[in-house]
């Protein structure tokens, strides 16, 4: 047989008419696109809806777990340490028995708080994700379980300066407008005279901690998003984030918290669609006016870097 009669093995070739094969159409730039320099309330609240209805099965589901472990864990201690406080006292006042369940209570009071704190954050988490156009992964929900010791030292931070100031204003203005008070004079009199000290000590304070806390409400918010960020640097980020925006993040909060309080008169059971919504409303303006702040970039390791 001749050979040029045998089959050419090569493949064909198409004919030159036909358009080559097409690449596969590129995924949609998802990066989040709002900056401080052009957000407004409208922009947060889509931004936030979109985020949101995406997956609200995956919000309800994230929202009843938060309640769950944040709540039921620290409410079944405390049943715990109850039962064990009543064997051991036995109904004798027994100073030493007092002094433990007072210890074991206090214990469980913080172990409520940090869980919270690192729920709060995973929630934080999981709105980060959303809000970049992902799908929302409710193992976020546990991804900054490895970050409760910066919590517990960010809130050591924050809070031991606040008591300290506000103490030293009462104090101040205490003593400015009461003076000494005779110690043999009746509590109800004492108390009759320190009124307007306690009301000057109200006008005075609340517009300081306003400010505080607007220029901090994002420290929790940074040290989730933020893995590098430590827990005072957060703090620092966050009052850079806030800084020339205080009025626009007041109107923010009030607006979320309008929601979340509102979700939660409709039987409780709103809470569970209100309170993600609230959140997602918080976050979004978080990374809004953190785009083209003075801080560093964020290592998002383990909110965006992560695959869950």
């Not at 097409?22 to 696109?33: I, V, Y």
């Not at 999981?126 to 992964?137: E, F, Q, R, V």
């Not at 108390?191 to 000290?197: D, G, L, N, Q, S």
């Amino acid at each position: 047989m001749d050979p040029s009669d045998q089959d050419d093995p090569q493949e064909p070739v198409p004919p030159a008419h036909l358009p080559p094969p097409q690449a596969p159409p590129l995924e949609p730039d998802t990066a989040f696109a709002l900056t401080r320099q052009s957000v407004t309330i409208g922009d947060l609240v889509s931004k936030a809806s979109a985020a949101w209805q995406r997956d609200v099965g995956t919000w309800v589901l994230g929202t009843v777990l938060m309640l769950l472990i944040g709540f039921g864990i620290p409410f079944a201690l405390g049943l715990v340490v109850g039962v064990f406080g009543a064997l051991l006292s036995g109904g004798d006042p027994n100073p030493a028995a007092q002094a433990l369940m007072t210890g074991l209570q206090v214990g469980v009071q913080i172990l409520q708080t940090v869980i919270q704190g690192v729920l709060g954050m995973g929630f934080t988490a999981m709105a980060i994700h959303a809000l970049h156009g992902k799908p929302t992964p409710i193992g976020a929900l546990f991804s900054q379980i490895n970050k409760a010791v910066k919590y517990i030292l960010q809130v050591l931070a924050i809070w031991v300066p606040l008591v300290a100031v506000f103490a030293a204003i009462g104090a101040v203005v205490f003593f400015l407008s009461v003076g000494s008070i005779d110690l043999d004079m009746p509590l109800e009199d004492a108390f009759e005279v320190a009124k307007p000290a306690f009301l000057v000590f109200f006008v005075v304070s609340i517009p300081i901690y306003v400010y505080i806390f607007l220029g901090i409400v994002f420290a929790q918010f940074e040290l989730a998003y933020n893995d590098s960020a430590g827990p005072i640097e957060a703090v620092v980020y966050s009052w850079r984030i806030a800084r020339g925006h205080r009025w626009l993040l007041l109107g923010v909060t009030i607006i979320s918290g309008l929601i979340a309080f509102g979700s939660m008169l409709l039987c409780g059971i709103g809470f569970l669609f209100g309170g993600p919504l609230a959140t997602l409303i918080l976050v979004a303006l978080y990374l809004a006016l953190r785009n083209g702040a003075d801080v560093p970039a964020a290592n998002t390791d383990s909110t965006l870097g992560r695959a869950y």
